[in-house]
């Protein structure tokens, strides 16, 4: 079986992490909490504005993600190219 590998916010991960068991890995634990769980149970239950702003703030979370990916990779060049002077 492959592995899949995702990013998760520190709140996030610390509310997983706090669900493990002795024993347990996190895939283990993901299984445990969604077993039984269908998404299509959920359809229709946000109204149109609730699911709106969560889809701008899903967006805006994304942009200033891939921002600090893309100012980590120029500081990183930055370094290198200091190292090769």
Same mark, same amino acid.
């Given at each position: 079986?492959?592995?899949?590998? $995702?990013?998760?916010?520190?709140?996030?991960?610390? #509310?997983?992490?706090a669900e493990k068991r002795?024993?347990? =890995?996190?895939?283990?634990?993901?299984?445990?909490?969604?077993?039984? $769980?269908?998404? #299509?149970?959920? &359809?229709? /239950?946000?109204?149109?504005?609730? #699911?709106d702003a969560l889809e701008? !703030? $899903? !967006?805006?979370?994304?942009?200033? &993600?891939?921002? !600090?990916? =893309?100012?980590?990779?120029?500081? /990183?060049?930055?370094? $290198?190219?200091?190292?090769?002077?």
């Open positions: 079986m492959g592995t899949t590998t $995702i990013s998760l916010s520190e709140d996030a991960y610390e #509310a997983l992490k002795e024993g347990e =890995s996190f895939s283990d634990v993901v299984r445990r909490l969604t077993a039984g $769980i269908e998404l #299509a149970d959920y &359809h229709g /239950v946000l109204s149109t504005e609730t #699911a701008e !703030a $899903i !967006a805006g979370r994304r942009r200033e &993600h891939a921002e !600090a990916r =893309s100012n980590r990779q120029e500081q /990183v060049t930055e370094a $290198i190219d200091l190292l090769d002077e």
